[in-house]
C-alpha cells in the first residue's frame, strides 16, 4: 500500500528502481495497441491505455514525493518540478542526493532502521540541579 501512497520515505536504490519500471510499463502501454493493431486501434483499448498512463503519472508522483520526505523536504517542493529546466535537475537529483540520516518528521531512517535520534541537550540550569 506504500507504493499508491505518499507516507513515509523512500530510499535512493528504490526510488530508482520503482521510477524505473513505471517507466517501463508506460513504454509498453504505449507500444502494445501499436503492435497489435497496424490500421486503426479501437476506442476502448485507447481509453484503457490513456487510464494507464493517468494511473502511471500518478504513482511516479508519489514515488517522487516519497523521495523528497526522504531528504526531509515537504511535498511542495515537487512543484519545483514544474520549472522547465530546474525541474530536470532536480528530478535528476533526486536519484543522486543521499537521504536524511535518522528518522525525520516524515518517519524513520528505511537504510539504518535501528538508529536513534541524537539526544536533546539539556539547558546548564537543569544540569546543576
Avoid at 520515505?9 to 520503482?18: A, E, N, Q, S, W
Avoid at 508506460?26 to 490513456?50: F, H, K, N, R, S
Avoid at 517542493?77 to 533526486?94: E, H, K, M, T
Wanted: hydrophobic share 50%.
Amino acid at each position: 500500500m506504500a507504493f499508491f501512497t505518499a507516507t513515509g520515505r523512500l530510499r535512493r536504490r528504490d526510488y530508482f528502481l520503482r521510477v524505473l519500471g513505471l517507466y517501463a510499463l508506460g513504454a509498453g502501454i504505449y507500444a502494445v495497441p501499436g503492435l497489435l493493431y497496424t490500421a486503426e486501434i479501437p476506442v476502448a483499448l485507447a481509453l484503457g491505455a490513456l487510464v494507464g498512463f493517468l494511473l502511471i503519472g500518478y504513482l511516479v508522483v508519489v514515488q517522487c514525493l516519497l523521495r523528497l520526505h526522504d531528504l526531509n523536504l515537504s511535498s511542495w517542493w515537487a512543484l519545483v518540478l514544474l520549472l522547465p529546466i530546474v525541474g530536470y535537475v532536480l528530478s535528476g537529483g533526486l536519484q543522486l542526493v543521499q537521504g536524511t540520516i535518522g528518522p525525520n518528521r516524515f518517519g524513520p531512517d528505511t537504510k539504518r532502521p535501528g538508529l536513534l535520534p541524537p539526544p536533546l541537550l539539556q539547558p546548564e540550569s537543569e544540569l546543576l540541579v
